[in-house]
């Protein structure tokens, strides 16, 4: 079946740290990719997209790049900010009959620290 | 970007009561879902909202307990029934369009 997974959290940083968060998915055919971040108290919001293998998806200073031989689309950026405190969800979308699927990953919870 | 908004925000409702929550989409949404998140939880699809029939619902999840509406293209409501503490939850509604799924801010729901 398809599914994502994240890598767990909590993950705590200092302001200006590199930041990897992995995402791993199992998918028949070839599903669209996203990231997709809740700042606290608040819905969620699409950060980035990748629709086919070797896209780079980047917004805001955070990319990821859609993996196919490693079914990976790890989320990536350079130097964080307190700012940047949130959960992120890795998502996957699939074409099951006529319609898109969803699935999230269960979200990673980053928390940078000044 | 699609532009999503959902009232109310937050409501703090008694057990036994229900609570309907509206969602207001632009034009550039197709489809329309609801989606349910529980405290420290992921995302879990509840239904799809169907345009002027009944919503496809998820397994686990019931029209008698999360009926929804979508009158027109841009406007759906989902009605939670018969609240209990374990309904509470973030109720997020969500469009499709432009390849893309987005979310509406979300309406988080206390049941005492």
């Known amino acids: 079946g398809n599914s994502v997974t994240q890598m767990e959290g909590p993950v705590t940083l200092s302001e200006e740290a590199f930041l990897t968060i992995n995402c791993t998915y199992t998918?028949?055919?070839?599903?669209?990719l996203f990231w997709y971040v809740q700042y606290p108290g608040e819905g969620l919001q699409l950060l980035l997209k990748a629709t086919k293998a070797d896209d780079k998806g980047s917004n805001k200073g955070f990319e990821a790049t859609y993996r196919k031989e490693t079914t990976s689309f790890h989320l990536e950026k350079g130097s964080v900010q307190v700012s940047d405190s949130a959960v992120y969800f890795c998502a996957l979308l699939y074409y099951g009959g006529s319609q898109g699927n969803l699935i999230f990953g269960k979200g990673t919870k980053l928390s940078v620290k000044p | 970007s699609a532009v999503i908004s959902q009232k109310p925000s937050r409501d703090i409702c008694q057990r036994g009561t229900s609570l309907t929550i509206q969602c207001q989409v632009d034009?550039?949404?197709?489809?329309m879902f609801w989606y349910r998140q529980q405290p420290g939880q992921s995302l879990t699809l509840i239904a799809t909202?169907?345009?002027?029939?009944?919503?496809?619902?998820e397994s686990g999840f019931v029209i008698d307990k999360f009926p929804i509406s979508r009158p027109n293209l841009t406007f759906s409501t989902l009605t939670v029934s018969n609240m209990s503490p374990e309904d509470s939850s973030i109720y997020l509604c969500?469009?499709?369009?432009?390849?893309?799924?987005?979310f509406g801010p979300g309406t988080r729901l206390l049941v005492l």
């Open positions: 909202a169907n345009q002027g029939s009944e919503a496809t619902y």
């Open positions: 969500s469009g499709w369009g432009q390849e893309t799924q987005y």
């Open positions: 998918a028949t055919g070839y599903p669209s």
């Open positions: 034009s550039q949404v197709t489809m």
